[in-house]
Each structure stands twice: as C-alpha cells, then as structure tokens.
C-alpha cells in the first residue's frame, strides 16, 4: 500500500510491513527491539576506542545480516545517510587525523546500521504501540501513528501531482531567481496543506463515530515470550561489555 | 540538517536532550485537554502535510537543491505550543523509520528544529506582523518570509554551534570543527533561507486565498482581563518571551564550553598540529572560537533580518501605523 517511488530527502520510504512477519526479527515483541536496540545505539554512540567500534559495528552488520530483512533496501537507506557523515567524517580527517576519522565513521555506521534494522524489522504500527506501552505520552504516540497514516495518504496525492505537473512540462526549475518555478513549487504545498486540512475534518468525525476521544487505544497485546527475552538478553548483555570495557578505556 | 548518532558529543547530547524534553514537557501541558481532542488530528493531517512538503524540493542554483523545513509555516499555521509537538512528532518518524537522524541525537535534532525553529518563526512573524498591518498584503508577505528564514538561519546556527561546542569539549573525537561547520552550515542555509522564505510566503498566501478555515485560531483571550492576563495574552509579549527562550537554551552549552574551554581549547591546537595545511585552514577562525562565531552569527542574522523587514515596511507604508 505504501508506495515506493515518493522521495524524503531523496530515498525511497520503506515499506517494513511487506516483510515484517516473514523473518525471526519482525516477529519479536517491539518493546523488547526498542529497549534493545536503544540501549545498544546508545552505548554505541559513546565509545572511542578503535577496537571496540569496530566490536560494535560488527555486532550491528551481524545483527542486519541475520536478521533476515531484505539486505538490498537496507543498504539503499544507509547510503542516503551517508552524506553526512562522510562530510563530518572528512572534517575530522582534515582537523584530528585519519584514525579519528576513521572512529568517527565506524561509530556513526554502527549507530544508524542498527536503527535501520530496527525500523526495517518491525511493522510501524507495532513500532508505535510499543512506544506506547513503554509509557510514551499518549499525545505523542496518537499524532504519531495518526500522522503516519496521512503521511501515506498525502504522499500519494502529492506525487500524483508531481507526475500532474512533469506532465505538462515543469522540470523542476534552475535557482532560487526562476520565479516561475518558484511559484508552481509553493502552489503545490499550498495545495498539499489544504488538501490535507480538508481531510482532517473528515478524519476527525470520522474517528468521533468511532468514539475517539483524544486517544488511540492500542489492541495488539502480547506477552513478552522466551525469544524476545533472549534477544533483550543478548543485547543488553553486549551493550554493557561494551560499556564496561569503554570505562576501561577512560580509566588508562 | 538531521545529526546522525554518535556525532555530537555524549555531554553536548545530553544537555540538548534534558532541554529538548523539558520544552516538550510544558508543550505538552500548556496544550489542553480540550484543544488536544479537537486539534489532534487537525495537527496530524498537517504534519502529514509538513512532512510531504519536506521531500519538495526547491533549485537552488548551480544543479544544487534544496528542500523546506516548514517550522515557520506549521507555526504560523498552529501556533507555537502545536507546532512544537507537530515537528517533534516528524522527527521521531524520520528518525525511526528513515534513519535520517538518531536516537542520541534526537534531542539536539528536536532542539534545533522543532523548538529553535518554530519558536523564532512564530516570534519574528508575531512581532513583525502588528507593525506591517498599515501595508496590506505585501507587509503581511514580509512578516511570513522574514519569519522563515530567521527560523531556518537560527536553527542551523544552533547546529553549527552544537557541532563546534562538541569539537572543542571532546578534543576532537566528536563534532565538526568550527572553522568548517560554521561557515559550511550558515553559508548553505543563508541561500537555502531564502528558498523557504519565498516557498513559505507563497504557500501562506495560497491558503489564505484558498482555505482560510486552515489557520487555527490561538490564543482567544478571556472575558476577565486582569493585567496579568492582558500581559500573558498580548502577542507581543509572548513572541519576546518565545525568542528569549531560544537564546536561553543555548546558555548550557556556552557553560559547558567555558567550564572545560581553557583544557580543550589547549588539547585542541595541540591536535591540529597535523601540517601546515592544516594550520592555514584553519586560520579565519581559532579553533575554540567556533561557538561564539556561530552564536554571534545567529544573533547577527535574526537583527539583520528583523531590522530589513521593519526597513521595507518604513518604504512601503510611509512609516508603520499602530494600533
């Protein structure tokens, strides 16, 4: 339903329902994915010695490669990402020299290789209701499973547009005094928003006749089983040898 | 514009993380339950819309592009207390389900473009707004587009600062020096500034032609007017308070870059004696000198940009009414 061709900051959007049930990591309870990943990101990010990034970005491809999630669209992602780092990874090589940078590039990869696995893994309203029952604010966890339902919608009027407009010739413009093209680009937001907004007092009556009042109440429920205690264990087990060994490296 | 884990320094990121969430906090609690029910998938579908607009993208010359933010339009539409919640719900999508920013990193992303972003957006429109009401639209114009580029020329002086503060309290390990991350980010988001400026003041025109029904309506002021009250409601007032908050919150960081300043500044130069290539790169700025750099760049931007709209407006409207 998703579709692939809309372009956020030139990538595609993913599509993590297609396959989300298909492979051991999508089946797993999304609070324990977002517990263990989470801390595993988090302690990733704070380490500086070479070894254990590397320790940490092996952990992180080895988790993507056996996870079974397609690997094709997860290298597509982190290759949109990688602009960058690359440009902080080249000021780092210019400034403090190429080991530094080196760190910086393995840690920065190691980081965004398991955040993708995590959002490519797990079906996004699962994602969201385990947000929500990790005791995220009941107004965040609605905007956002009610934003991301529109997104869909609303990215899939816009790129009609956008094949409307290349139609009759519009090639996107050449700089910021082409005025012309200027003004077809803010008449197409412009009508994104109204569009949107006119929807939005559909949207709201309907989710009155269906007695919503101010929040999403999450049906999935599901105990958290012996996989999902055994992955939270493996992750959170290497998160603090991790750690423990980066004390270590701050003690010398 | 969006900071990948494992780039800024872990304290940097926390100090951005306890204020980003402290922001959020009262965001959350000064958005009522009532408005909240009515409001919450109004906000939604406009996020929605936010978001599509952000894969727009706009030419900025020479085969480059760039694309929107849309802080200042979401704020202009909603209101800063929605549109803070809005944008911060956009960065949580982006980053959990793009991979375009972190989760160590979400705090100092949310700073900068959730926060710093709507709030000056809102503040600058606010106080330019009243002044332009003797110039009719073209005024109104001004308001919007000098609302949009201060939000998106602030936001990214408070990413080019965060980066320098990190360089400088972590030795080098993290964050991009200043002499590169101030001018790279505040020369590429001058132009890009101005891109949004004129994409913004397009669209606000646009729905206001078309739908005028899209604007929420804030801050209706109640029947008692104590002086406290007509205070807390003047626009004013809180669009001084909104740009006073934005300056506030970049005074830990300036803590934390003058608390271990003196050790890292040293450690820093010694570092960079790499070569002398280095040396002459790095001459237009020293090195510890990139967080006021980026800092006086923001304050410098805002006052120009404000003093350029009240300039305009002089020249359109022989001298601006009030009332």
Redesign the interface.
Known sequence: MIVGH????G?T??N?DEHSKSHWFGRLDSRAKIVGV?SF??V???L?SAELIAASLVLAVAMATTSGIPLRPLSK??A??LP??V??SL??F????TE?GL??LG??S???VA??V??FGTG?FD?FAGMRRLRV?S??S???M??????L???EE?SRMRTARRARGFR???????RY???I??????????R??????L??EG?KCRG???DITVWRTSVLGRNDLAFLAVLIMSSCALALAQTEVMRW | M??????MD?IV?LVGTVEFLAIVGSA?AL?S?KT???D??????????I????????????GT?G??IGAALLAI?IGPVLAI??M???L?????????G???ALGLNGLNMAIIAPLVGWGVYSLVHPISKGVGRAGDSIAVAAAAWASVFTAAAACAAELAVS?SVSD??????G???VPAMLGYHA?IG??EA??????V???RA??P??FLRTGVSPPTKTLLVRLTSSKVAMASVAILVVFALSLPFYFLYSSSGGDGLEQTME??D?GER?QI??SPFSYGDGYFTALFAGLLGFLAVALAALGVLKLLGRGPKRD
Not at chain 2, 51 to 62: D, T, Y
Not at chain 2, 92 to 100: E, H, K, S, T
């Open positions: 809309v372009r956020g900051h990538h959007l993913p993590p989470f990101v988090i990733s990010a704070l500086t992602a982190y949109a990402a960058f780092i440009l902080a000021s780092v210019l400034f403090a020299g530094r760190e910086m840690r920065t190691a980081c965004v955040l993708l995590l959002a996004t994602l604010p107004v965040i609605t905007l956002l009610l934003t991301y339902r529109y997104i919608v609303v990215s816009f996107g413009g050449r700089s910021l005094l082409d093209a200027l003004k680009l803010s008449f197409t937001a412009g009508t994104v928003l109204v949107s907004t006119d929807r939005a007092e949207v709201y989710l919503f009042s101010g | 969006h900071i990948p884990d494992g780039l872990p990121a959350l958005s339950r909240r029910e009515k919450l998938p109004r906000v939604a579908v406009l996020c929605a819309g978001f599509v607009a952000q894969m727009l993208n706009f030419p900025v010359g020479g592009t694309h929107l539409m919640l809005g911060t719900v956009v949580i999508i982006q980053a959990l389900m793009f991979g375009d972190g989760i160590t360089y080098g390990a993290y964050g991009i020096a002499a590169i991350s132009v101005i891109g004129v994409i913004t003041v397009g669209v025109a646009y729905v078309a739908s029904s899209a570092d960079a790499v280095d790169l790095s």
